[in-house]
C-alpha cells in the first residue's frame, strides 16, 4: 500500500468506529414492555428520559454513569427471585420495579404517576 491508501483505510476504519460507538449510545428503545403474569406493563423511556434529564439517566441506570452510556437492561441482575452479589441482597426483578417506578411515582407531586396496579398492568 502506498501512505495514501493507508491513509485512507485509517480514515475509513475511524469513521466506522465513530459510527459504531454512536449507534450503541442510542441504542435505547422509545419504549419498552415487562411481561408480568398479571398484565403487561409499557414503560415510555423516552418520556422517562426527557423528563428525568441527560446526566441523570442513573437515577434509574443506578449501576451506571449519569449519562447513561453504559447503561444495562434491568434483567441482566435482577432475575425472577431474588440474588446475592458481594454479600449484598439484589432484588427480584418484581421488587426493584415496584420500589424503583413507584417509589418515585408516590412522589410525583403532581399525581400524575400510576400507583394503582392496573394503572401500570394492563391485560
Ligand atoms: C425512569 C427510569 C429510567 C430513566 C430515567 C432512564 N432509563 Fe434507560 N431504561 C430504563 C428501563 C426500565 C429500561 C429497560 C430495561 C430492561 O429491559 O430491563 C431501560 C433501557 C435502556 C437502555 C437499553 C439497555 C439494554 O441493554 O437493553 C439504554 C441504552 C438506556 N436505557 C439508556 C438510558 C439513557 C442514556 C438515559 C438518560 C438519558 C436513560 N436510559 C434514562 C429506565 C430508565
Ligand atoms: C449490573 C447489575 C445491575 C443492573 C444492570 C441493575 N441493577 Fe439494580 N441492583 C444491583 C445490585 C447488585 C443491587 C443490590 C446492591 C445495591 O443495593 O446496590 C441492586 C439493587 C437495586 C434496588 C434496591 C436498592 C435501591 O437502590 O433502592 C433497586 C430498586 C434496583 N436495583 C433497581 C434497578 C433497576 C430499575 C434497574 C434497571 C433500570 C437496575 N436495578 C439495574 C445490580 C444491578
Ligand atoms: C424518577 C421518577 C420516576 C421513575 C423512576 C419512574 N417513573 Fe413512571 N412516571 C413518572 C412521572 C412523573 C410520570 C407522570 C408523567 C406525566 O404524565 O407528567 C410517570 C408516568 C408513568 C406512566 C403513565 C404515563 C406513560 O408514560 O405511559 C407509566 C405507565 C409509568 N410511568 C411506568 C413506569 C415504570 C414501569 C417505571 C419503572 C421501570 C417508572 N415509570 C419509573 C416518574 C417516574
Ligand atoms: C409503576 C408501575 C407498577 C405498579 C403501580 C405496579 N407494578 Fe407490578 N410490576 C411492575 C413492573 C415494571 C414489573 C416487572 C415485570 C417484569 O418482571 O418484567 C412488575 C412485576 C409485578 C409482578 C411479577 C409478575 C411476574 O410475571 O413475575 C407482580 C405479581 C406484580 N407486579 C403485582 C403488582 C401488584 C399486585 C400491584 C399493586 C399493588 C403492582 N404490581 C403495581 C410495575 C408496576
Do not use: W
Not at 8 to 34: G, H, N, P, R
Not at 58 to 78: F, Q, V
Request: proline letters at 2%; a positive charge; aromatic letters at 4%.
Amino acid at each position: 500500500m502506498t501512505r495514501r491508501q493507508r491513509l485512507i483505510v485509517a480514515v475509513v476504519l475511524a469513521a466506522t468506529f465513530t459510527f459504531v460507538a454512536v449507534a450503541f449510545a442510542a441504542a435505547a428503545k422509545d419504549s419498552y414492555t415487562f411481561d408480568a403474569k398479571n398484565g403487561k406493563v409499557t414503560f415510555n423511556h423516552k418520556a422517562h428520559a426527557d423528563k428525568v434529564g441527560q446526566g441523570k439517566c442513573n437515577t434509574c441506570h443506578h449501576s451506571s454513569k449519569g449519562d447513561g452510556s453504559d447503561a444495562k437492561g434491568c434483567k441482566e441482575c435482577h432475575k425472577a427471585e431474588k440474588g446475592e452479589k458481594d454479600g449484598k441482597e439484589v432484588p427480584a426483578m418484581k421488587d426493584a420495579a415496584h420500589k424503583k417506578c413507584k417509589g418515585c411515582h408516590e412522589k410525583d407531586a403532581e399525581k400524575k404517576a400510576p400507583t394503582k396496579c392496573t394503572d401500570c398492568h394492563k391485560k
